[in-house]
Structures are given as C-alpha cells and as structure tokens.
C-alpha cells in the first residue's frame, strides 16, 4: 500500500516529473530518423563483423566514419576487450534473426473422451 504522506498530484501545465517528449527512442528508430534504413543498418553490420580487431580500430580512430560505423565499432572492440560477447550475439541476432528455441512440456495426464449421443466431450 503507498503511503499517502508521500504521494503527490501533478501540477497542471509543467511539471518536472512528466516527461514531456513521451518514451525515449530505441536506438534503431533514432538511426532511422537520421536516414538509416533498416538494409543499410545490416549490411554495414555484415561490413564490420567481417573485419579484424585492427581494422575495426581503424574504423573507431577514422574521423570521416559515419555514426553508425563508430558505434558498431566501437561496441565490438569494447565487447571484445572485455570477453563479452553479449554485443555480438545482439548483432547477429539483428542479422541473421534469433533461432527458434522450442519448449518441451511434459504431460503425464491422460485425456478422456466421452461420447454421449453423436457428441465428443473432452
């Protein structure tokens, strides 16, 4: 239950605990605003999973690299100097699409069928 010494209306107008702009953007929908869409994403992930540690730190020091470049790069030297590879299971998530995981349930009941009169009740 809340404690109501605490609680506290809203003001009408502004009030600096609403946010005004609604839910931040996923980073894919702000890359799409700038103009990115969604096959270009791809393929520079496909561009830059392809290359080694060195020319990724090539693509992370190049300052004529796009943003998109630079934050792919830049998570995957960071993942890979930690041993983390959450980054890259992310992105090839992003490429190649999540594989299907599939759920056993075991059941021990049994079903029983009755007919009465041309009807099946289960």
């Known amino acids: 239950m809340a404690n109501n010494e605490n609680l506290k209306p809203f003001k009408r107008g502004y009030?600096?605990?609403?946010e005004g702009n609604g839910r931040p953007k996923k980073y894919i929908t702000q890359l799409n605003s700038i103009g990115y869409t969604n096959t270009e994403i791809i393929e520079t992930l496909k561009v830059l999973l392809s290359m080694t540690i060195f020319e990724l730190h090539e693509v992370f020091t190049n300052p004529n690299a796009t943003i998109l470049e630079l934050s792919?790069?830049?998570?995957?030297?960071?993942?890979?100097?930690?041993?983390?590879?959450?980054?890259?299971?992310?992105?090839l998530n992003r490429i190649i699409g999540?594989?299907?995981?599939?759920?056993?349930?075991?059941?021990?009941?049994?079903?029983?069928?009755?007919?009465?009169?041309?009807?099946?009740i289960l």
Do not use: C, H, M, Q
């Not at 792919?72 to 992105?91: D, M, P, Q």
């Open 72 to 91: 792919i790069a830049k998570s995957l030297v960071k993942g890979i100097e930690r041993g983390n590879i959450y980054t890259l299971n992310e992105l």
């Open 98 to 120: 999540k594989p299907k995981e599939t759920i056993s349930i075991p059941n021990d009941n049994k079903i029983e069928v009755v007919f009465i009169k041309g009807k099946t």
């Open 15 to 18: 009030d600096t605990r609403r």
